[in-house]
């Protein structure tokens, strides 16, 4: 498997588990938000049936969705 399998966009603290025989990971997504540092406003869903092809599911969650979340703070952790 090559590793880091996730090259085009920055991700960090990911998290996996294993459904019906598919790994899922689901790290925070980092987005270039003309700062100093990155902004995590999202996350992503990545999943593989044998660990070398992978699949970006796209945006599960972003923080316009959850209520609770300043829209500005850029900080789903």
Sequence with gaps: AQN???HDQFTADP??????GKVYVYPSHDVDCGTDWFCMKD???FSSENLVDWIDHGVIVDQEDVNWVDSNANAMW
């Design 4 to 6: 880091p399998f996730i």
């Design 15 to 20: 998290t996996a588990r294993v459904f019906e």
């Design 43 to 45: 996350y992503h869903v």
